[in-house]
């Protein structure tokens, strides 16, 4: 349902198919967003990522993107953020069939944009709804203490009942 696309780091794709088992495709990612970022001090999934494999293969990062809109009232944007799921597969592993996917050994990032927008919409509520949500919690408290004052007389009066 989205927009898939995705782009590659190859390590040596011409590689004899032998000496691709000892390729090295140790990678750090500093940093990955797409638009801007929403608050200064937040940490993309990605950000500082080191990944070392021990053998060769293919790191994939699958990256769902969705489009943000942060609405601040009197200011606006539009940005995305992503989630992230991650696969290895290990050059011997891979189907040896003669599919291109079992000659390159790299990393993939796979992402999708999704059809669909978040909204956040920070707004603080008026002078009005806070007197009112107060009204509300003081007529809670005291129906719940009128209820917890009428089971306590009403189990003193049926104990006073008893010892008459």
Do not use: W
């Not at 592993?93 to 999704?114: C, E, I, Q, R």
């Amino acid at each position: 349902p989205g927009i898939p696309a995705a782009f590659a780091a190859y390590a040596n794709q011409l590689a004899h198919l032998e000496s691709r088992r000892h390729i090295n495709i140790s990678h750090k990612v500093h940093t990955l967003h797409f638009g801007q970022r929403i608050l200064s001090d937040t940490v993309a999934p990605l950000d500082g990522v080191v990944n070392s494999p021990e053998v060769a293969g293919q790191q994939h990062y699958l990256i769902k993107v969705i489009p943000t809109l942060l609405d601040r009232g009197f200011s606006h944007l539009a940005t995305n953020q992503y989630s992230l799921a991650e696969h290895f597969v290990r050059f011997d592993a891979a189907p040896t069939a003669g599919s291109t996917a079992s000659l390159s050994v790299g990393v993939f990032f796979y992402y999708d944009f999704f059809p669909v927008m978040i909204q956040v919409l920070n707004k603080r509520p008026s002078f009005t709804e806070f007197l009112v949500s107060i009204c509300a919690i003081i007529g809670g408290v005291f129906t719940v203490a009128s209820l917890v004052d009428g089971a306590i007389f009403q189990g003193a009066k049926a104990l006073s009942a008893k010892h008459d």
